[in-house]
């Protein structure tokens, strides 16, 4: 049995000495001196033996069982060590190397055109009014003094939802209404910004979505000259100090009188070009003084108040600022176009 010990001791010696990973020491520790190891299974079989040789066995047993551990923890400990030494130079990270650079979204040119725009006529005190996309007949077309059947209502080929009554805004100018009954009888200084939507064929030059800039202010005494000179300061705050100006008459339902107003092309500085077609002025927004019927729909009465309204289109402000020539790049996504902004 001694014998029998000293040839397994040998074996697992030897086996030992050709480990070279830590799963396969393990293996090997339950295999020889783990508790079901075969090693201290033969210790347990000492009282097989007659009591004169169990004092010898026994001490040799614990012997080669020592010797083994140690051999163990030592083999073990180098295993380990050029185990980690692989690992750490496998996982290195060069930290000198440069990031890679996340890609940022940014504004759509409608919004910088926007909030440039809003920050101007909050600078000269206006404040923005929201009001709703879906409207009523009464508040996009009749309140604004456009009466059924008027032919100014074909300039705004409309959305109509299943409730005939129900349509999509074909400009902001329903939001007068809305701003001027949730003021009235305070004086109002607002803009109304916002999506507007026609029923046409969508073109270069015509989409069935667009914004508009709404301008609204009613108050006591205000007179055509309040509108010509708020007006053109912001056309000096948004196309320099001191652009010409000039104010042609119009027709709106809601505005009388009315009028548009054009900027000296800022391209060829009157001289004529393609963008202002050789024309020289860049015709930029509508304007008037509110019409008595729709002052007196918000509620105020027109012997006792007055006010001045215009309405810009910010694509049609973006589209000069930067010579883009087709409209329906605004709406189509395409990131080519989004990001030159
Ligand atoms: N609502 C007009 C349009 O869509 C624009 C407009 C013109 C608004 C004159 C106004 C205004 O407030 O006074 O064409």
């Not at 001694?2 to 397994?8: D, F, G, I, R, S």
């Not at 890609?103 to 759509?108: N, P």
């Not at 920050?119 to 009466?147: C, K």
């Amino acid at each position: 049995m001694l014998e029998q010990l000293e040839t397994l001791a040998k074996t697992a010696e030897t086996e030992l000495s050709q480990l070279n990973t830590s799963e396969a020491l393990s293996a090997w520790n339950s295999k020889y001196i783990g508790r079901k190891g075969q090693i201290p299974q033969m210790l347990r079989q000492v009282s097989q033996l007659p009591k004169e040789e169990r004092p010898t066995f026994g001490q040799r047993a614990n012997q080669l069982k020592k010797s083994l551990e140690a051999a163990y923890e030592q083999t073990s400990s180098v295993v380990k060590s050029a185990e980690m030494e692989q690992s750490m130079a496998e996982g290195a990270i060069d930290i000198s190397l440069p990031g890679r650079p996340l890609s940022r979204g940014r504004l759509h040119p409608s919004t910088q055109t926007l909030r440039r725009i809003y920050q101007i006529w909050a600078d000269m005190g206006f404040q923005i009014y929201h009001s709703r996309d879906v409207e009523t007949d009464e508040m996009n077309f009749q309140f604004l003094n456009f009466p059924p059947h008027h032919p100014a209502r074909e300039m705004q080929d409309t959305f109509y939802t299943t409730n005939p009554d129900l349509l999509l805004r074909t400009h902001t100018s329903p939001g007068q209404i809305h701003a001027m009954r949730e003021f009235c009888p305070e004086p109002i200084r607002v803009i109304l910004p916002g999506m507007c939507y026609r029923n046409e064929q969508i073109t270069a030059r015509s989409e069935i979505q667009f914004h508009q800039v709404e301008g609204l202010a009613v108050g006591h005494g205000i007179r055509f000259s309040d509108l010509k000179g708020t007006l053109i300061n912001f056309t000096n705050r948004l196309y320099g100090q001191g652009r010409p100006v000039r104010f042609r008459a119009s027709h709106f339902p809601f505005t009388e009188p009315s009028a548009e107003m054009d900027v000296e092309c800022f391209l060829c500085d009157g001289k004529g070009c393609k963008v202002c077609k050789y024309a020289g002025w860049l015709e930029i927004l509508g304007c008037g003084m509110v019409h008595p019927n729709v002052l007196r729909n918000g509620g105020y009465d027109p012997a006792e108040f007055s006010g001045f309204a215009f309405g810009m289109g910010p694509e049609r402000i973006t589209m000069l600022r930067h010579g883009i020539e087709d409209i329906r790049y605004f709406w189509g996504n395409d990131l080519r176009f989004l990001k030159q902004f």
